[in-house]
């Protein structure tokens, strides 16, 4: 593992031109490792506990293979599609990720510049390191806010105003994290958060409420996570869609879709929450078989690859984010970066789409897909002469 | 493995704080290398013959993955609980383990005054290495006795009714382990046991009829093994709640709760019993089936965290033994070391029931779980351009 | 991996007969690494992208195991078949591969000899390094012409005339490789294609419509890509049968026979077209649904032995293709070569028959066949004693 | 694997009293490698061409586990059986191997004593390396012929005569061995069989028919293998019970019984025969089914320990046979080595029937197995604080 020990003097700066050598988007997973400290990529690229679900959802997808269709005719083949009655030029958004200064100075802007130059639609996190009004002014792209709800209402509701007033289309309320537990990557690796990179769009409601009283025990550390109520309350303080991210159980779907909620991000948070829950891709059939065809859902953890894209768009997804990938690839070259591994996955779903025969997103469906058959480990070929 | 051949000379004394590094219950495995003897180690983390069921138990947790709820109002989430008409602070229970001042003069002591600090049950073994009475007098704890049957009738009555002088409130009667294969791991690392540990219950009882006559096979060997005439037999001496620990087949499990028993303790002895058998965790829900929703039933075998709990609970079983971690951290810190195990798994269980949504024990059932997707070998990402 | 990084100066030349040391025509794939340079060795083993499918193209074989029978009387037994109406002696058909003078000076034309050697039939590639003319004038064997749509009808037109006037008795159209996608193996050993080797038989349209205008994205790559009014606008130009190449979806194989094709080869280009197919082996059972028990079905894609080919013979085809093992004995002794590694792929299958019960080719069908158990990884016996 | 090449000059002498540091009767498995020169070792341990079979023999048995009963009373449990009318003292019988002198001088007379010695069957094979005369009258233990078919009728009748006059009491005709394909690990390793070992139960028959013409092809080398008649002729001339040996298809199953032929050995040859076909364990249950509950069958191919006998009888087998076990322990300490390893797999039974809670050979069924939990890798447990 020479290359992952890498000391920080060692670091190469980031890049003002699309590097070399990168041939997929999954590539910047590897390089990235040359521009980000190894413990902050110890804890980009963990999980939680022991990872267990981080690995699930990169072997959810390998249970699929795809089943190909011949001599289809794909002179008006597209990306565009239609999501929640929104035109979309492909359905590739960038995940909220937090704190995305501590892989480049750029963070948020960066990201937000490259969802402009690939009619991306970029979803803010609530712990962005640039404030949601600095990103929004920096980028003409679709924006999407999420929201974590904060220990006072008021607080939250302010965020929520904020949001409004400088442009973003809709909320991405995130509902699965509310412990979070760290990966032992991470932490063997010392992994901190640096003082200078802060959660800024919530420094004005800081430390007055939520540390008040010791906790008694973990329940009571969540004595202000959100509840139905909550939800509730705040349909009722906004006319921006909702969009609920973190949802894996069929029953969870049903209630939301109910509730009038716009659509659902099938997500287990990259891994990052519980390890050991389901995945995203298991659960997906099961939800949009709960919901119903025509109810919005969208999906993360996991997609590292237009094939992956492919996949999820089979079983359901009208839609997918893309957390892990925009972060290498912002730290390796910035906005420039983030814009060029858009690009490549595009790219790659387009190759899929015309190899399986399909050439609008709604053909893709489960008759594209078949079961894998179980690869058993197999070596190489040597000659066993000498 | 350099951390594992350490010689005597390098162990570790046993520490007076809580030790360092340590975030989950089962880093007390690891880090026991480091105060235990390799052969005494050996024969702990050991189970039977190859370890075949060893390794089984860990697998079949690994069957299962969680299916979270959202927006669950915990506000008075708790793990109290109730088994067999008793109340429990929580359903994690010490389990009977022979021997404990091979890893730490406390010994059951030391392993009771955990149980008393963390509001936990013990299940003393008949052969421990302190004696049942000493071990009652230490703590105010609840305090269970688990009984093997002695070759003499006599001799089993006395210990029973010196558990029901002392305090002892149940008595938890294992049968599955008759004979007693050690595992080639202990075997190769020359486990033995030092002279100046012994059945100190048993040793009025000593030297008398079992070896009586040489064996002339196997099956002579089991001449005094416990029938179901005797199991009659003890119920009929005392009025003490009977749990039968061992059972993996449906239908004892059955005949047990006809004849009257308490509950069952659903386990393989740790896979130290014949290699090879069926793990608790794929019996137990066919052991629920059988005895139907009320029945008590416990479970051991394999658990090493709070997620292993919620999904034995998930599965059927009302609360869990633990036995290996218990002596890990038993050897590390003693009672303070115990104590510190315990509280992490219990609070590892409360983070699995908030993040999954549960407010209390009974709550968690088999629409959390799901079947784990087959995760294939997934290797560490590098950067291949070097 | 010694033997893998042969500098070229170390090369072997290729041999004038019959290599010692080879039992079975797999062992050609090990052995042509001493014939072949390393980055040319790696393009034609490699598959596309990440070589997920080539695996698993040979994983689909491991899938099943052969359930022999007894006492059978094989005195009148062959391997002599039909196909789609004609006289076979045999059912291994040699697989068209482009470019085969990459790997020996005698390229297609000592394949085509072998053909005749061994009773086999060749299938020439459409970008085959020797024209197809000059393989025909070389060689009695029974001959097919593969073929790309070109685009420009009138080119494809004037191949399908050559292939007709030069004694080509059946075309066979691929339809699965519209876009390729290079192999990460082959990409990082350096592999191009050197001047010296082109595709001669399209020499004389090269260089005019395809290059006209620059894509705009993928999908406008495909715009001659061939739908099905090219396939049935061939259907009209040549009373030769047409055989589709390159089938993996039931519906469309339904839809071919439908359309009056004379066969189908079920495959997925040797896991050389998109990365993440389906498996030839595992549609197979569900093509020969589809289209009935009389419908010609080739299948390619992972034979490496005489049990492979009885195994896809019992779930359905009527013969099969054989790439890489061509060229692998190609490079080690050409024709030779070639031949000897058809003749043990004959005898392997004949001993497969042999020990099965088998004494026609029409016999062999899935009351031969088993599901595998699944096979743990087993490690070598040693002597734990030292 | 520095136990494996061991120098001929390096081979340990036979011993005369049971070697310290066996445990288990798979022990001899490994001590074997220290008194068989390695290209033997190679031969005896190796099947057929990639070992593929060999392996899923193995794997076969770890697909159940054992599911046990309590409280059973074992006061008269035996391992006394009956098979085909006749009384056992256990149901472990010595396979018939080839040319035992290859690892021992006492070759298949020590075999001999130590089936009297353990009150076993010992069947002896045609390929013998003592004449079945002289192993005849080196032994009282219980003995049965196996027959492998001569190229001339006179000569197998020949053959059948002697073994009645020597007083075998049953033939075992082997029907699945009529082409043998060696495995690569022998044929790598140099495995010859050396002049002075050979069939001499066939000396007075060689050198005759059967290498008369060359053959034409591969099905041309079986043009003496036999067929239903040559099985019903052999019925006509001898009043001994005839058992065939070799069979894994159902049907075949039926058919044998419907012919009257006494039993069968449901056998893969150890892996010796086709390497690919179907393991015996998977087979059994299907066999079974179709000649119903009373119809003998025994099981050989892969059984290491009294767990995978207790398996084979669970899934339906009347006894088995011990190959490559015998062999080994014979090359460690010949007549001895052999006796010691059948008391080991004797008790090892035992265990597991007392551990089951079965007192008889009839008790062990399907009730007493499940299938296993599939077990990943799971690495040693380390500290990995340093």
């Not at 159980?249 to 990259?270: C, R, Y």
């Not at 050439?359 to 079961?371: E, F, G, R, V």
Request: glycine residues 6%.
């Amino acid at each position: 593992m020479p290359g992952f020990f890498i000391s920080m003097t060692n670091l190469l700066k980031s890049l003002t031109s699309i590097p070399a050598d990168i041939v997929t988007a999954q590539d910047y997973e590897a390089l990235a490792q040359r521009f980000i400290p190894a413990p902050t990529y110890a804890y980009i690229a963990g999980g939680s506990a022991q990872d267990e679900t981080l690995a699930a959802n990169r072997a959810a997808f390998s249970q699929y293979v795809i089943c190909p269709r011949l001599l289809r005719d794909l002179s008006s083949a597209t990306t565009h599609t239609i999501i929640a009655g929104k035109q979309f030029a492909h359905p590739i958004l960038l995940a909220p990720v937090a704190y995305q200064r501590l892989v480049h100075p750029g963070g948020e802007i960066d990201s937000a510049r490259a969802a402009a130059a690939t009619d991306s639609t970029l979803i803010l996190s609530t712990l962005s390191s640039h404030s949601l009004e600095d990103v929004a002014a920096a980028t003409p792209a679709n924006k999407w806010f999420q929201l974590y709800f904060q220990p006072v209402r008021e607080h939250t509701l302010d965020l929520v105003k904020r949001a409004e007033a400088a442009g973003y289309s809709a909320l991405v309320v995130t509902l699965d994290a509310s412990i979070q537990v760290p990966s032992r990557r991470a932490q063997h690796a010392g992994f901190y958060l640096p003082p200078e990179i802060s959660a800024v769009n919530l420094r004005s409601y800081c430390s007055e409420s939520s540390a008040a009283a010791p906790a008694k025990n973990i329940f009571s550390l969540l004595r202000n996570a959100p509840n139905w109520q909550d939800l509730q309350w705040l349909q009722a303080q906004t006319k921006l869609p909702i969009w609920v991210k973190g949802v894996l159980h069929p029953e969870d779907a049903k209630a939301l879709k109910a509730l009038g909620i716009t659509g659902i991000v099938v997500s287990n948070h990259g891994g990052r929450g519980l390890d050991g829950v389901a995945t995203s891709m298991q659960m997906l059939p099961l939800i949009r078989g709960a919901v119903g065809a025509e109810f919005p859902l969208l999906l993360d953890s996991g997609i590292r690859s237009g094939k992956d894209i492919f996949k999820a768009l089979a079983l359901g997804a009208d839609g997918v984010l893309i957390g892990r990938l925009q972060i290498y690839a912002l730290s390796v070259a910035g906005a420039l970066g983030v814009a060029h591994m858009m690009k490549l996955l595009r790219e790659e779903l387009e190759v899929c789409m015309a190899m399986a025969g399909c050439s609008a997103i709604s053909d893709i469906d489960t008759t594209y897909l078949m079961p894998a058959v179980s690869a058993p480990t197999i070596g190489a070929v040597h000659f066993s002469g000498e």
